[in-house]
């Protein structure tokens, strides 16, 4: 096998996988370095290159690199750095233009694809939890085709404004079912799992809403000459207070994580500088391991040792990007768009990335999902950021033209 070819480093001697932390952040450098080229000469997303690189020096391939503990740190650092930048790249105001419309939407958007998830998963995995996390997985989306509706200057149109509003209550929606789903997996249901979500976890959000800004702004935000690092030291505060008490409610720490992030929304939105730093560490290095260390845990060759497995990941792309369209297509007979606006609303809903990366890493972990169906997540991932900005680039040029 070729894992086996490269299981010692004959030139040093070290074995493969490798556990020294110095040959293991080189590698992972390397990985991240090399990523943007590689992403920019096969017209793939950086997202999915990463992806494809920990698959092949994960213990699948060439045996490289193992998901030990020092790269679980970094890939829960990075996990919880994506859901802090899904809370502070949250267009708050869109929201409030069309917060009726985008609160409908959101609803649609989250439970057509959560149906057809529970639907298939009925047929897909052997237990009502996995149906109920497969459906959590049909759920979300990300904006990977965002930049591309600024570019066309469609950003003010009702309709993008909708599908930007509806991404805030699918998010929130798809945490609060990723939580109910931890605490039945883990037997935790009972009167206590009810207060936490719908007393004790509020209460934590309004507490968050009011007081980290209330607190920024008196201490941090309101200087003649800003610090940027007591600023950036303040973010990174909050994230792993509010995550902690998350965790101590018994909620997933990235649900504490997204709150941080809509929570210091209105504090940094106007801070370019910050904003900047904020994005950079996370993206430089945090992110992209979480990333390599999602493509480690999967598979590729058993989509080619077990073809049955290209068969189940077809399914999942087709039942995942159906329910999307339909939230789609509903919500355009019920505002009156037009086909065009109805195809961009897929285009920008369509991708998968942080948030069902996140999903899939607990049920694999837990068991609910198995190695094939967890591949064909990865693979549904792969291709949903593929197609969406294609459909939304196409569809939006006509919505502009209009």
Known sequence: MLSSLFAVNTASGTPLPLTDPVYIFCILLLAIATAPLIAKLLHLPPLVVLI???????????????????????????????????GLQMDLSKFRQVGVRSLIFGLLTFGLPL??????????????????????????????????????GIVQKEAVAVAIGGTIVTSILTLSGLSIVQAIAGGNVGILLWIKLLILLPLLVLICLWGIPKFGRRFLFNQSIPSLRNQ??????????????????????????????????????????????????????????????????SNPRILFTHPENLGLALVVVAG???????????????????????MTILGLTMSRAALVLVIALYGKQVGLLNEGLFNAIIFYILITCLIGPLVTNAFGKKVAGK
């Open 232 to 297: 950036f030291i303040f973010i990174l505060s909050s994230l792993f207070l509010t995550a902690s008490a998350a965790l101590l409610l018994g909620v997933d720490s990235i649900v504490g994580a997204f709150i941080a992030g809509l929570s210091l929304n209105p504090l940094i939105k106007n801070e370019k500088s910050l904003m900047e730093r904020v994005e950079f560490i996370g993206n430089s290095l945090f992110i992209p391991a979480f990333l390599i260390s999602v493509g480690i845990l």
């Open 115 to 152: 149906t057809v998830g529970i639907v298939c998963g009925h047929w897909l995995t052997t237990s009502f939890l996995g149906s109920a996390l497969l459906g959590i997985l049909y759920s979300p989306h990300t904006l990977v085709s965002y930049p591309i509706v600024t570019v066309l």
């Open 52 to 86: 494809i690189l920990g698959a092949i020096l994960g213990s699948n391939v060439l045996g490289i690199l193992a998901r030990d503990s020092q790269l679980i740190l970094l890939e829960k650092i990075g996990l919880l750095y994506i859901m802090l930048l899904a």
């Open 320 to 342: 995942a990007v159906g329910g999307k369209f339909l939230a789609a297509w509903i919500a355009g007979l019920i505002f009156h768009y037009s086909f065009a606006e109805v």
